[in-house]
């Protein structure tokens, strides 16, 4: 068997391979440059609106669901927490008044806790060019 | 490989479309159980109509000064030095470019040159909502008609369609006013570079049993705001008893802002 035009063929077909497989080995390459992000210890006597795994998987949908609520609906009842403290259904005032309390320990801050798992799974919230992170703030007044 | 003229290919997407309307017939009670009982829930009460009453005398013996900032500082309306990038919830306008209709050459020029609190009318008949392709604006049943910044694209038909002028377009970062970068009220979002935004009546105060922050800081009730479907409100007394007038009343917006010329005794 003959391969007739095998210095174009050859060539093209290994860029083809490597362009295919990107998605596979740039990670490798890159491994650097790539955050981790670790699981946590849990902080004593304070919790969040649902379990840590719920809250994990599902807290993208859980803040549309009251956006709407709020927004749409104009429905403002605040929620229940796991430990039965309630919590207003907002962004900067609820999630975030928390997030950054002292006392929630490693899972404090935006930039330090939410932004290093989105970085890590590699998406970008736009909510903060409008909503405001409160935790800037909270450290001027220290 | 099966062809498909025109004809077969819209006869396809249109049993397409068909069959998804179909699907979507037979399960939205099952998308969304928690949005159904929320609004079975909030239907048994009888809605409001919130309208505000602006006291024009009150108005021009300067009470409601403190209106304009109170709002945009508690709104975090960003403030810009030139005009053309201009954001405004609430603001001062001659009393002659607010009511035309009203306004003619023999009044006293001291009345016809007077700055007159302008917000925005939440219409009955909201020709903003009706252009709206993305409904990001909307009316509510108490009346407000609300933005949902989270919708809006942008467009700008709803400037175009209000009479009134009551509506910005944020062409620069608000964060990015002076005024913004000093002093944010955490109570409130800001909003983005490409949205519309405009007075909310406080939507998210009367949520929480307070009145809108411009009403609080007016004084000796130069304004007054109230559900006009409550019999006992004061809104509908002083409507009731006195003379008031509505930007632009002939375009059949219904306005909801009414301007009390005298309180008849």
């Known amino acids: ?142 | 490989m099966m062809r498909l003229d025109r004809r077969d290919f819209l006869k396809c997407s249109a049993a397409g479309v068909a069959g998804l309307a179909a699907v979507r017939a037979v399960l939205p009670a099952s998308v969304s159980p928690a949005a159904e009982g929320r609004s079975a829930a909030g239907s048994s009460q009888k809605p409001k109509r919130w309208a505000m009453v602006v006291d024009l005398q009150k108005c021009f013996e300067g009470k409601a000064k403190a209106c304009v900032s109170a709002c945009h500082q508690w709104h975090n309306v960003p403030e810009w030095p030139e005009e053309r990038l201009e954001v405004k919830w609430i603001w001062e306008e001659k009393f002659s470019r607010l009511f035309p209709d009203q306004s003619f050459e023999h009044m006293p020029a001291t009345l016809r040159e007077r700055p007159v609190l302008a917000l925005c009318n939440h219409c009955a008949n909201p020709p903003c909502v009706r252009v709206c392709p993305t409904k990001a604006t909307f009316k509510r049943p108490d009346g407000i008609v609300a933005m949902d910044m989270h919708r809006c694209i942008g467009c700008r038909f709803c400037i175009a369609a209000c009479p009134y002028g009551a509506r910005s377009f944020n062409w620069k970062n608000p964060r990015e006013a002076e005024n913004l970068k000093h002093q944010i009220n955490l109570e409130y979002p800001t909003r983005a570079r490409g949205v519309v935004e405009k007075c909310n009546f406080c939507a998210e105060r009367l949520a929480a049993g307070l009145q809108p922050i411009c009403v609080e800081r007016a004084e000796d009730a130069a304004l007054i705001f109230g559900d006009l479907n409550d019999p006992a409100s004061k809104v509908t007394h002083v409507l009731a008893a006195g003379f008031a007038i509505r930007r632009k009343p002939s375009l059949e917006t219904d306005p909801q802002v009414y301007y009390l010329i005298s309180a008849m005794r």
Not at chain 1, 86 to 108: F, I
Not at chain 1, 133 to 141: A, G, H, L, R, V
């Open chain 1, 1 to 142: 068997m003959r391969l007739y035009n095998g210095m174009v063929i050859v060539p093209g077909l290994l860029i083809f391979l490597a362009a295919v497989t990107f998605p596979f080995w740039i990670g490798k390459v890159r491994a650097g440059e790539i955050k981790t992000f670790q699981s946590r210890p849990a902080p004593a006597g304070i919790t969040c609106v649902l379990p840590k795994k719920q809250m994990r998987e599902q807290h993208m949908a859980l803040l549309k669901q009251w956006r709407d609520q709020v927004v749409r609906e104009g429905d403002h009842t605040p929620v229940k927490l796991v430990n039965g403290q309630t919590m207003e259904l907002s962004l900067t005032n609820g999630c975030m008044k928390c997030h950054a309390k002292e006392d929630c320990g490693p899972y404090r801050a935006h930039a330090t806790y939410c932004v290093d798992c989105h970085d890590y799974v590699g998406i970008r919230v736009d909510c903060w060019t409008c909503h405001i992170d409160p935790m800037p703030q909270i450290m001027e007044k220290k």
